[in-house]
């Protein structure tokens, strides 16, 4: 049986190309809308959103505007809990920084065994700063949480619990809406990295009810550059970044910000990031994120079938992982791997997948990642298959 991506031909780096393209959990192709998209905003005429009187300006601006109640509509949250920041990465920091007058020695931050470096090293770092204390919710050999120790956790003075929404190596999600209600019940607030998630999850933020919620567009078929930032009460927090077009008054000494969450995005706005996640988004809904996550599951299973088959490799992805399989060889090392599929034209990712901690719970140190996006068909599978054939012919 083979399986035909009806949006592949969407993709000008894929369609017809000599290329397998697997590392959508890394960063997402972009369809020609959102190249069309770019390319007759410059052609339009680019301004500063909120800067001037004249038409590239106050277009720039209605962009920006429109931009974030897409971002809302598509998270299921206001468009005034929308706030665009650079990446996943920087949206974390900024509520990190956030805390860093608040926290003494006798506060603790909570993380998981599961998260990227990207929702560690902030904690880590504000930690250190602050002489807080980092715990960690350990994640078993299997790859799961023992939520036994978890209240103990929250109740030690515990400002903040920051978790993934999906593991990058494993796939699997954590029990998210547990976390919450029992941060809720401890009185802890709640940070979730959303960037392996919302591209195939359907969000709806108001009702989950986390207080923050970072994610990036290039995970959602936007160029990079793009970042988001979920916060449930935007008067609760401070920019990151001072600096233009966040002020009510400013004086030679002092400055007084303006209200609402557009105070947390200082300087001029990348505004053509957004106009890729603009249609990035407008992309996805034409198609309807629903019939992606069910292609995306169905050309998983076949994934999954055709792997199985083959000797020499172990899968250290968890069995719930829906878009992502992650594996290791006892005999070759996942750099070789990855470099031997690249030469057939495979693009996988190998390494640490900057998530040291979470491979080290399941006992490994680096390993091979195959992910898919909604372009990818049953011939990029068979290429990948193809190629780890060939892996074993060469190395062996
Ligand atoms: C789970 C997770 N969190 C955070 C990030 C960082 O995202 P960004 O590089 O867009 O900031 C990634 C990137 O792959 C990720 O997989």
Same mark, same amino acid.
């Given at each position: 049986? @083979?399986?035909? @991506?009806? +949006?592949?031909? =969407?993709?000008?780096?894929?369609?017809? %190309?000599?290329?397998?393209?697997?590392?959508?959990?890394?960063?997402?192709?972009?369809?020609?809308?959102?190249?069309?998209?770019?390319?007759?905003?410059?052609?339009?005429?680019?301004?500063?959103? /909120?800067?001037?009187?004249?038409?590239?300006?106050?277009?720039?601006?209605?962009?920006?505007?429109?931009?974030?109640?897409?971002?809302?509509?598509?998270?299921?949250?206001?468009?005034?809990?929308?706030?665009?920041?650079?990446?996943?990465?920087?949206?974390?920091?900024?509520?990190?920084?956030?805390?860093?007058?608040?926290?003494?020695?006798?506060? @603790?931050?909570?993380?998981?065994?599961?998260?990227?470096?990207?929702?560690?090293?902030? +904690?880590?770092?504000?930690?250190?700063?602050?002489?807080?204390?980092?715990?960690?919710?350990?994640?078993?050999?299997? &790859?799961?949480? =023992?939520?036994?120790?978890?209240? $103990?956790?929250?109740?030690?003075?515990?400002?903040?619990?920051?978790?993934?929404?999906?593991?990058?190596?494993?796939?699997?999600?954590?029990?998210?809406?547990?976390?919450?209600?029992?941060?809720?019940?401890?009185?802890?607030?709640?940070?979730?990295? &959303?960037?392996?998630?919302?591209?195939?999850?359907?969000?709806?933020?108001?009702?989950?009810?986390?207080?923050?919620?970072?994610?990036?567009?290039? !995970?959602?078929?936007?160029? &990079?550059?793009?970042?988001?930032?979920?916060?449930?009460?935007?008067?609760?927090?401070?920019? #990151?970044?001072?600096?233009?077009?966040?002020?009510? !008054?400013?004086?030679?000494?002092?400055?007084?910000?303006?209200? /609402?969450?557009?105070?947390?995005?200082?300087?001029?706005?990348?505004?053509?990031?957004?106009?890729? #996640?603009?249609?990035?988004? =407008?992309?996805? $809904? %034409?198609?309807?994120?629903?019939?992606?996550?069910?292609?995306?599951?169905?050309?998983?299973?076949?994934?999954?079938?055709?792997?199985?088959?083959?000797? &020499?490799?172990?899968?250290?992805?968890?069995?719930?992982?829906?878009?992502?399989?992650?594996?290791?060889?006892?005999?070759?090392?996942?750099?070789?791997?990855?470099?031997? #599929?690249?030469?057939?034209?495979?693009?996988?990712?190998?390494?640490?997948?900057?998530?040291?901690?979470?491979? $080290?719970?399941? /006992?490994? !140190?680096?390993?091979?990642?195959?992910?898919?996006?909604?372009?990818?068909?049953?011939?990029?599978? $068979?290429?990948?298959?193809? /190629?780890?054939?060939?892996?074993?012919?060469?190395?062996?």
């Amino acid at each position: 049986m @083979s399986i035909n @991506s009806p +949006w592949k031909a =969407d993709f000008p780096a894929l369609a017809n %190309k000599p290329i397998s393209y697997l590392d959508s959990a890394a960063t997402c192709q972009v369809p020609t809308p959102v190249i069309q998209a770019l390319s007759d905003y410059l052609s339009r005429g680019h301004g500063n959103p /909120g800067r001037g009187l004249y038409r590239f300006s106050e277009s720039a601006s209605a962009i920006l505007q429109t931009c974030r109640q897409k971002v809302a509509d598509f998270v299921g949250a206001n468009v005034e809990q929308i706030a665009f920041t650079k990446s996943t990465t920087e949206s974390i920091n900024l509520v990190a920084a956030n805390l860093r007058n608040r926290l003494t020695t006798k506060d @603790s931050i909570l993380v998981t065994e599961m998260e990227h470096h990207s929702n560690l090293l902030p +904690w880590q770092r504000l930690c250190q700063q602050t002489g807080a204390r980092l715990h960690m919710l350990p994640l078993t050999q299997q &790859g799961e949480f =023992d939520l036994s120790g978890l209240a $103990n956790l929250l109740a030690d003075n515990c400002r903040l619990f920051a978790f993934t929404h999906g593991s990058n190596v494993l796939g699997n999600h954590p029990p998210v809406e547990d976390f919450i209600q029992q941060a809720k019940k401890a009185g802890v607030p709640t940070l979730i990295d &959303g960037a392996q998630a919302v591209a195939h999850t359907r969000l709806n933020l108001s009702e989950l009810d986390c207080d923050y919620y970072a994610f990036s567009g290039h !995970k959602l078929y936007a160029p &990079g550059g793009s970042g988001l930032l979920y916060v449930k009460q935007p008067e609760s927090i401070e920019p #990151l970044l001072l600096g233009g077009g966040i002020v009510k !008054k400013t004086t030679t000494t002092n400055y007084q910000l303006s209200e /609402g969450i557009t105070r947390l995005e200082a300087g001029s706005a990348n505004l053509i990031t957004l106009v890729g #996640l603009s249609a990035a988004l =407008d992309y996805i $809904n %034409k198609i309807g994120l629903e019939n992606i996550i069910e292609y995306e599951q169905r050309l998983y299973a076949d994934l999954l079938d055709k792997f199985q088959a083959l000797d &020499g490799y172990q899968i250290i992805s968890h069995s719930h992982s829906k878009n992502l399989l992650s594996f290791v060889s006892a005999q070759f090392h996942c750099h070789d791997i990855a470099s031997i #599929l690249s030469d057939h034209q495979v693009a996988v990712r190998a390494g640490h997948h900057c998530a040291q901690p979470c491979l $080290n719970a399941i /006992g490994v !140190k680096h390993c091979v990642r195959a992910s898919i996006g909604l372009y990818n068909d049953s011939q990029d599978i $068979n290429a990948f298959i193809g /190629g780890l054939k060939e892996v074993t012919k060469i190395l062996v």
